[in-house]
C-alpha cells in the first residue's frame, strides 16, 4: 500500500493479462516511461485471468476481418514464443470440434471454410477417424485444429508482473479506484490512500469496464452482465480419457462455447464451462449474490430483452447449474463413458460480457477513447490468449492519442 501522491506518463487500472500485457507494450514502445498498474485486489490475474480453462485458443470461431479473428491467432503465436522466453510449460494438445447430428455436421462446414478463411490450419475427421483419435469420443465427424494448446495464464500474468518491474514500471495491489477525473493535461486517478496523475490513463478493468467508464466521465450504453462459467474436475482415474481439446459444435446465436472436456497443465481434466447469468460480478461460489451488482442488472433494460430471447438456452443453462445430472448430459453427447460420479470438484469462473442497452451482445473487442484515456471496455474470450497483441495495439493507442471508438461501429 502507498499513501504519496504519484506522477506518471501512463497509468493502467487492472492487472489481469490484458492490463500487464498493456503495460509491458507501454515499457516497450517508449523506453524509460514512468507507468503504474493499480490492481484492487491483493494479488494479479485475480478474476477472469485465474479462472479461465487456460487454453491457448487457435481463432477459428471468429468472424473474417473481426478483432477476434485477427488477434487471437496472433496471440496464439505471442502467447507460445512469450512461454518459450520465460521458461513457462505449455502443450499443444489439439483440438477436436464434435459433432454429434445433422444439425451440427452442417454447423461444422461453416466452420471449416471459417477456418480457410481465417488462415487457420485444420482438418475434416469422419467418425471412424474421429474414433481412431480418441477412442472414447463418440460423434459423425469433427473439426481438427492442431494448433491450439493449454497453459497457465497465472503464470504469464507473473510473468509479465517481473518484466513490467524490471523495466522499471509498477504494479499497485490492493489499490481500489474511487475517483477518476480527466483534464487537457492529463487524468488524476484516486485510490482510497493515493493519487496518481497520469498523462494517460488505461482501463482494463474486465468485470468493472462499465462502471470504471462511468467512474470517468464516458458516456456508458453498454452494461457489464457476469456469466458464470461452473466446472467440474474430472476424478483422477478418468484423466486419460481423452488426450485432446474436447469441443462441441457451438451454436452460432450464443457468445460460448459449450460444455468442453479440456486437458489442464496441472494434468487434470476438466468438464466445462456452462453459462448461467449471476448475480455478482466477483463471486465464484455457487449461486453467490451481491445486492449492488443484482440491482443494477435487474434495472438494465437489456436484460429483458436477453432473456426473452435466451429463454430455453437459459433454463437449460439454470437446470444445468442446479442439477448435475443435466450437466452430464451435455457432456455424454460426444463422451457417452463419462458417470455421474466421475464429475467432482465443482468450481467456476464468471465471463464478463458487455451488452447494449437494446440486449445486443457486443462479440468484439470494443475500446472507448477520449484525448486522454482509453477504456477496454468488452475483452470476452479469447481475450488471454489475445492479451500480448492486444496490449500492442492499445499501447499505440495510448501512444499516439487516437480517440476513435474501436472498432468503428
Known sequence: MHDRAMVVDYCVIGAGIVGLATARALL???PGATVVVLEKEQGVGAHQTGHNSGVIHAGIYYEPGSLKADLCKRGAAATKRFADEHGIEYRVTGKLLVATDDVELARMEKLVERARVNGIDHRRLDAAELREREPLVAGLGALLVEVTGIIDYRQVCRALVDEVTAAGGEVRTGSAVVGIVERSDGVTVTTGTSEVHARTLIACAGLQADRIARLAGLPVDFQIMPFRGEYYRLRPEKSD??????YPIPDPDLPFLGVHLSPTIGGDITVGPNAVLGFAREKYQPFGFDRRDALELLRFPGLR???AANVRTGAREMRNAMF?????????????????????????GIRAQAVLRDGTFVHDFLIRSTERMVHVVNAPSPAATSALPIGELIAERAVTGTSAEWPAR
Open 28 to 30: 516497450r514502445a517508449r
Open 305 to 307: 430483452r436477453v432473456a
Open 324 to 348: 448435475k445430472r443435466g450437466y452430464l448430459e451435455e457432456c455424454r453427447k460426444y463422451c457417452p463413458s463419462l458417470e455421474l460420479d466421475d464429475l467432482r470438484d465443482r468450481h467456476a
Open 241 to 246: 480419457v481423452v488426450r485432446h481439446l474436447i
